[in-house]
């Protein structure tokens, strides 16, 4: 049979800089990312970016007889750059049928209208326009070579170096905090096969298979070998982004290497983003930080007070105030800093934001410094879901964000904190569209009862309105 090429060929007659915006705005499903980025999942092992969650979607090394997911602590990085793995995403996003491994953007835009996606296509169109590293990299995207041997080194990196953190989020899992995994452990070790047959199944099933899992990985070694030294400094002098993430990466030593060979290797242009909880400050990463000419920190909140107290357990909100005070009084001296709070929309907060914006609006007007604020709709594990909200209340409340949009956006100055449309639609239609299973609601109460007994919470008295019946 003839082989077809399955790219979709953008037209020749495009000038260089519009190619690009040419395929974002023609194929459909198409991303960047393919062309420039790699992440690092918290043992090593490598994903297309940081918003794919499944573990079949790792890059995997076909070319041995023995397929096997590559490491970047222990492979060469222009090998992975250029494998079979990655040419096939590559003209998978170039055929305008999508990758498989790129579902949960796909999932989110039919569920909010939006996706990583969308929102990484549009930075790099903008960084592109001020960059011409950036726009000669992002136009190998357009061009009908051969996808695998591209003649480029990623110059975006997302790195999560193992799972050092300080908080247990109600959200998390053992392959992100290693508190949770001691105390996921202990609850373990220590719990019967009760009556609950929900508790049961999270306890002794879910969590024994991740607890299983983090103890059969390697999440302390693979990002001090030589070959992970040896993959940043190749990458380091062209490196144009830089994401960590953790665990807590501020706490997380090697990232402060990392940061000091970008500065070894003159590149304070290299944009420097980082997910943080706030709850500690380490004058060792925010002084490395301060040196480079662009950062985005993003705040990982998802409520204030005793709602926020027990989804980011144990956050104490007046160590988080300090923390977040100390950096707007840097970002307001900085011309280029970028200052974003992502919130994980659940059912434990989806009816208790307005308190964290008047909070976000107080302090952007407070310190000059524009704040900008997105929900990240949770999807693992289920039970913490939308899914597990019936569906009325969900749906009455949405009248509710309206008016709390309303209210904030009259007294806000667009300049420092504002809900935008987009934002309130995401937020709006993750409400709406996820429907109500009653055995969800019933394991997240039963979640929410260990949790109480391990940690001394009172959660499945804060949380009773949520019960279905
Ligand atoms: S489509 Fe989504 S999941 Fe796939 S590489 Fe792009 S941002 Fe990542």
Known sequence: MEWVDPKIHVPDDKIASDRVQWAVNNIPKFCILPWLNLHTTPNGEIKLCCSIQTHNSLVMDMENKVERPFNFGYDDITRIWNSDYMANARDSHRSGLGFFACDECYISEERTAHSPRMGQNESWLLRQEVDQDVQKTMELSTTNSDAARIDSKPISLELRLGNQCNLQCISCWPMSSSLIDDERRDIIANSKHDEDPLATEIIHHQWQREVNDVAGTDLREWFDTDQFYDNIRVIAPSLKRLYTTGGEPTLIKANYKVLQMLLDAGNTGCRIEFTSNMKTWNSAFYDRLEQFDEVEVQMSIDGLDEI???????????????????????????????????????????????????????QSHRYGVNINWWPITLYMPKYLSLHSVPKE??????????????????????EYFWISEGTEQAYVESLINHDYDDYLNKKLFSYLDILDKSRGTNGVEMFKDLRGD
């Open 308 to 362: 926020g107290e027990f989804l980011r357990y144990p956050t104490k909100m007046t160590e988080f105030y300090d923390n977040v005070d100390r950096l707007l009084r840097i970002a307001s001296e900085k011309e280029n800093w970028t200052i974003k709070v992502y919130t994980v929309l659940q059912a434990c907060n989806y009816n208790h934001l307005m308190p964290l914006w008047e909070y976000l609006m107080n």
């Open 393 to 414: 209340q969900r749906l009455d409340y949405v009248k509710t964000v309206q008016d709390n949009v309303k209210i904030i956006n009259d007294q806000c100055d667009i």
